[in-house]
């Protein structure tokens, strides 16, 4: 177990920054999500802590030790990619054992850390058998037995789980949480899909274009998103966005209505409204008219995908049945204290009370 630290750190590839400047402090023992769209420096960040990539500034602590200069092996990590690179002419528990025959641990020892993590991983009638003949999760989970063999103090997954279909991802996903909460050590883990990291993560990173947008706890980021970026990024269907004005305390929507807020610092000028799909309910006597276009039930609760009065799509998620055609016009309201404000130049969140 150790804790990780990435102070400061920045990637080029020649002329071209990827990664400007990240600061992230991974506690010991958590399992922490590096989450963000494709090409944001998830991977390369990865890497770096594994010792694949060179740091071009900055520095990575593991434990207490600066490893920027130390070759991968001996930064005690075990990497899991999402192709699993698995040798095909070995079997299961050769597979899981082949960093251990390297380093020349003695056989009988070695057998015995494979059949543990073979129990572990469900893989225990699978120990003769080559890959081509295993499924994608098995595959994949005889990837992750590689890494839990060698016993690391921090495990790097790559989006193990890519390659799975639906079901397997999610029963993955409880299986990986499963088997952090056994064995306790640090786990960064990267993806692009949100849903993973909100339903896996102690810690949520979000990255956007080479920089850490916001660090924090799954509902942290929901409740409380920092800028526009991570408010639309975090939560599925996405929040809605509405222009407004901030004058005298008070937010100006483009349809003419007015939300009373207290805005912190008497902040005035453009800003956007965000509100989240399942905050908005329908109510007659509700401030907003949207126009229907298409409405989705399915079973628990309904999606409704409609346009404000000022053509901006919007989306509403209600446990309600609704019946509507569409183009007809619903009235919707909202609470004020599930509304988020941001400034429209900075993107930054802005804070608000309800007067
Ligand atoms: P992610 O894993 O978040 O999808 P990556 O870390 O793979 O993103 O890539 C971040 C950025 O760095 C991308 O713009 C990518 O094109 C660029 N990049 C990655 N590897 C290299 C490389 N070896 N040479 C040049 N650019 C690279
Ligand atoms: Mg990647």
Do not use: W
């Given at each position: 177990?150790?804790?990780?630290?990435i102070?400061?750190?920045?990637?080029?590839y020649?002329?071209?920054?990827?990664?400007?400047g990240v600061?992230?402090?991974i506690?010991?023992?958590?399992?922490?999500?590096l989450?963000g769209?494709?090409?944001?420096g998830?991977?390369?960040l990865?890497?770096m802590?594994?010792?694949l990539?060179?740091?071009?500034s900055g520095d990575i602590?593991?434990?207490?030790?600066?490893?920027n200069?130390?070759s991968?092996?001996?930064r005690?990590i075990a990497?899991v990619f999402q192709n699993?690179?698995?040798?095909?002419h070995?079997?299961?528990?050769?597979?899981?054992?082949?960093s251990?025959?390297?380093?020349?641990?003695?056989?009988?020892?070695?057998?015995?850390?494979?059949k543990d993590?073979?129990e572990?991983?469900?893989?225990?009638?699978y120990?003769?058998?080559?890959p081509?003949?295993?499924?994608?999760g098995q595959r994949?989970?005889?990837?992750?037995?590689?890494?839990?063999v060698?016993d690391p103090?921090?495990?790097?997954?790559?989006?193990p789980?890519s390659n799975l279909?639906?079901?397997m991802?999610g029963q993955?996903?409880?299986?990986?949480r499963?088997?952090?909460?056994?064995l306790?050590?640090t786990?960064i883990y990267v993806?692009?899909d949100?849903?993973?990291?909100?339903?896996?993560a102690?810690q949520i990173?979000v990255?956007n274009?080479g920089y850490a947008?916001?660090?924090?706890?799954p509902?942290?980021l929901?409740?409380?998103p920092?800028?526009l970026?991570?408010a639309?990024f975090?939560?599925?269907?996405?929040?809605n966005?509405?222009s407004a004005?901030?004058?005298?305390?008070q937010?100006?929507?483009a349809d003419?209505t007015r939300?009373?807020?207290?805005i912190?610092?008497d902040?005035?000028?453009?800003?956007?409204?965000g509100?989240?799909?399942?905050?908005l309910v329908l109510?007659?006597?509700?401030p907003l008219?949207?126009?229907?276009?298409?409405?989705?039930?399915?079973?628990s609760?309904?999606h409704i995908?409609?346009?404000?009065?000022?053509g901006?799509?919007?989306?509403?998620?209600?446990?309600?049945r609704v019946?509507a055609?569409s183009g007809?016009t619903?009235?919707i309201?909202?609470?004020?204290?599930?509304l988020h404000?941001?400034?429209?130049?900075?993107?930054?969140r802005?804070?608000i009370?309800e007067?």
């Amino acid at each position: 177990m150790a804790q990780v630290k990435i102070s400061q750190v920045r990637k080029a590839y020649g002329s071209l920054e990827v990664l400007h400047g990240v600061d992230i402090d991974i506690p010991d023992g958590s399992f922490s999500i590096l989450v963000g769209p494709s090409g944001c420096g998830k991977s390369t960040l990865l890497r770096m802590i594994a010792g694949l990539e060179v740091i071009t500034s900055g520095d990575i602590i593991i434990g207490d030790k600066v490893v920027n200069d130390l070759s991968s092996p001996k930064r005690d990590i075990a990497m899991v990619f999402q192709n699993y690179a698995l040798y095909p002419h070995l079997t299961v528990a050769q597979n899981m054992g082949f960093s251990l025959k390297v380093a020349r641990v003695p056989k009988a020892i070695i057998a015995e850390k494979v059949k543990d993590a073979a129990e572990m991983l469900g893989l225990t009638d699978y120990l003769n058998r080559r890959p081509q003949k295993l499924s994608g999760g098995q595959r994949q989970r005889v990837a992750m037995g590689r890494a839990i063999v060698r016993d690391p103090s921090v495990f790097l997954f790559d989006e193990p789980l890519s390659n799975l279909d639906a079901k397997m991802r999610g029963q993955m996903r409880t299986e990986l949480r499963a088997m952090h909460r056994r064995l306790g050590s640090t786990m960064i883990y990267v993806t692009h899909d949100q849903i993973e990291a909100m339903t896996m993560a102690d810690q949520i990173i979000v990255m956007n274009d080479g920089y850490a947008q916001q660090v924090g706890a799954p509902l942290e980021l929901y409740d409380r998103p920092a800028n526009l970026f991570v408010a639309g990024f975090i939560g599925a269907p996405a929040m809605n966005f509405l222009s407004a004005k901030a004058a005298g305390g008070q937010v100006h929507l483009a349809d003419g209505t007015r939300v009373q807020i207290q805005i912190a610092d008497d902040f005035e000028g453009d800003v956007i409204v965000g509100i989240r799909p399942e905050h908005l309910v329908l109510d007659a006597n509700g401030p907003l008219e949207i126009t229907v276009d298409e409405i989705e039930p399915t079973g628990s609760e309904t999606h409704i995908s409609a346009t404000t009065q000022q053509g901006v799509p919007i989306k509403m998620v209600t446990s309600e049945r609704v019946t509507a055609d569409s183009g007809e016009t619903l009235t919707i309201g909202y609470e004020v204290k599930k509304l988020h404000l941001f400034d429209a130049k900075s993107t930054n969140r802005i804070s608000i009370s309800e007067q």
